[in-house]
Structures are given as structure tokens and as C-alpha cells.
């Protein structure tokens, strides 16, 4: 089997419209590439979900390598807005454009064509292991975590897992994700009682009550940041009473918090300090208040080791940057990845994602490619 040219898989993909949770046929592209290179692969599909399991070598005692991934990709926005078509994958001035040029469909195509040819070329004693979900830009519940489950019902596993996400924030090399902070959203409700503006007295105004709520959470210092983390951070995020009356005190107030939160706290450690808050307004102002919690995932750390040792070696060798380790950014799918094994992030430069006319650099898709292939070679040498 000739070389993989990764800039070639990516546009392969990239021309998938595989807005999430759609396949477009993606995901078939890498089953018949890495089913001809001689990978098991098997679906985890679920929840109307596609999902590719695809493993190299027999399972057992063997060490094993795992790249994780997806390919489904957020929603364009304004078409018109696009200077390219956003499922062109066109190439202009070594540059390639469309929606999942950057996240994550090039983190994809290089970590597959960098496998094929590995085991291609020099077969490694154990397996290798590529975990691959159409489901990481929408709820994430039948994506990377339907693949943990099948993996785990059919014995498969990962010793260690690289997630391909775009982790560079300037220049390509120069940041690995180790771990990432938590995330949750918390929706208020408060009820109050709906009146006329000139009597007060005869209704119960809910905005008093959820200002001082925000007011309460926003102005709380969570901590001071701890040694892999920056500090935890609480933003509030919206605050409606769908009022547009001026003359009428409206009946209820919803609003909004998302929380970004370190290891100095969990998700239900956060949740028992709003409510001790949420319960002071209820007796402060003698309204109902209904809380709703959104977990999307507890703070999480690989602590520098062999695993980062590994990647910032090979990303280094490639790119002649030493890589900075971060938990910096929003979630990824590694937050799954964690409970099953060590994991860490490497790809590529991400300022583009999700934004219109995305786009990477072709040079910058080959150069993955071979940091990939170099993990591999130096984890299995």
C-alpha cells in the first residue's frame, strides 16, 4: 500500500457535509481505508449516532496505542458570508478551506494515515486502536462514550490515548493539552407575581430577587487557580423576562451561569454551594426559585509523565518547538477518554474553529501526520 497523503484523506472528509449528528459518509471513507490496511473495524452506532471502532493487532497482553477523534462538525452559519465553499476543501495558496479543516477532520485524516502506514511498513508487537465519533459537537452522549462501552463489552482496550483535537494556540507545537477544567450550566427560574408597575405593593417583582442571585454568584471568588490549573471561572450568561412592557412587573425571570472550574471543585460541590445561595434568596425575598444543572464534565488531569513526555518529544523533533503543557480551553471528548485510560491532546494550530472560511495549512497537515507517526515508532520501539 502506497504512503497515505493526509492532505488527500482530509479533503476526502472535509467534502462530507457531516454537520452533526450526520455522517455524510465520513466515517464510511475511514472504515474502507483502514479495513484495507488490515484494522478489525466494527460500529458503536447508538442514539442515531455513527460511530468507528477500528483496532490493529489482536487484543490481550500487547501494549496498545489509542487515537481518538470525530468527524462530525458544527453548523456553517451565514453561507453567503464564506469566501469559499465551506465543503469545497479547496487549496488555495497552501491553504485548504472548509468547515472542519481545522476541527477536526485534518487531526483525523493524519492520525489514520500515519497508522496505516505504520503498520504498513514496520507491523509494531501490540495494537493499535482508532476510536472515531460523529457525535462530539452536539450532546456528546452517544459518541466517544458509546465507543468506551463497546470496547469495554467486547473486550478492547487502550493502555494510553492521544485525542487529536486542535490544541496549539499560535503556533503548531507549541501546546499539549494535559487535562481540561470542568463545565456546567445552571438555568434559574424565579416566580414572582405578575403586576402593574405603578402598584408594586400588589405584585411580587421576581428581577430584584434574580439580580441579586447573579450578583451573589458573579462577585464569589471560586479560588486562586492550583499548580496545573488556572483559576475557576463563573460567568452569567444570560438574563431574560421575555418583558417588553415597561408598565407591567413581570411574573418570572429566568437565567444563566456557566462554570469552568478547576480541581479544587466538582461538579456537585459547586452544585451545593448554589443552592446554599439559591435558598438564602428564597428566604431573603420570599419567591420560588427552580434550579436546572447541567454537568457537562468534572476537571480532569494526566499528570506530566511518560504519556506527555512521548508527545512533547515527538512534537518538538518535528517542529523544533517545545510544547507548553495546558488545561487550558473548553471540554473535549478526552473528559470520556480519562476514566478508561491516560490521555493527553496534540493537534493542530486552532484559531480558525468554528469560525467562518475555516481553514489549515497544508504544510501544517503533513507535519501531523509525521508527529504521529513518530509517537508511534517511539512508543512501540
Known sequence: MPP?????????????????????????????????????????????????????GTPGNTKSFGFNGHTDVVPVGDEGAWTKPPFGAEIHDGVMYGRGTTDMKSGVAAFAAAA?????????????????????????VDGTLALLDYMEQHGERMDVCLVGEPTCPENMG??????RRGSMTVKFRVIGKQGHSAYPH???????????LMDRLARRTLD???????????????????????NVIPAD??????????????????????????????????????????????????PPGDLSSLVATAVEAETGVAPVLSTSGGTSDA?????????????????????VDEHVRVEHIHQLKAIYARILADYFV
Open 335 to 355: 473528559r470520556f477518554v480519562k476514566s478508561h485510560c491516560p490521555v493527553v491532546e496534540f493537534g493542530l494550530v486552532g484559531q480558525s474553529m468554528h469560525q
Open 116 to 140: 496505516v502506514d505504520f503498520v504498513t511498513d514496520t507491523p509494531p508487537d501490540g495494537s493499535i486502536v482508532i476510536a472515531i465519533t460523529g457525535d462530539e459537537e452536539g450532546e456528546s
Open 202 to 212: 400588589r405584585a411580587l417583582n421576581p428581577l430584584p430577587a434574580m439580580v441579586s
Open 4 to 56: 497515505i497523503d493526509p492532505v488527500d484523506l482530509t479533503a476526502q472528509l472535509v467534502r462530507c457535509p457531516s454537520v452533526t449528528p450526520e455522517d455524510a459518509g465520513a466515517l464510511d471513507i475511514l472504515h474502507d481505508l483502514l479495513s484495507d490496511a488490515g484494522f478489525t473495524c466494527g460500529w458503536a452506532d447508538r442514539g442515531g449516532i455513527r460511530n468507528l471502532f477500528a483496532r490493529w
Open 174 to 179: 507549541d501546546m499539549i493539552k494535559i487535562g
Open 224 to 246: 486562586e487557580g492550583t499548580e496545573h490549573f488556572d483559576p475557576s471561572t463563573l460567568a452569567v450568561v444570560t438574563v431574560d423576562t421575555g418583558n417588553a412592557a415597561t
Open 253 to 302: 425571570c429566568t437565567a444563566a451561569v456557566n462554570i469552568r472550574f478547576n480541581d479544587t471543585h466538582t461538579g456537585a460541590s459547586l452544585t451545593e454551594w448554589i443552592e446554599t445561595e439559591v435558598h438564602r434568596v428564597r428566604e431573603e425575598f420570599s419567591v420560588e426559585v427552580t434550579t436546572q444543572v447541567k454537568i457537562s464534565g468534572e476537571s480532569f488531569i494526566t
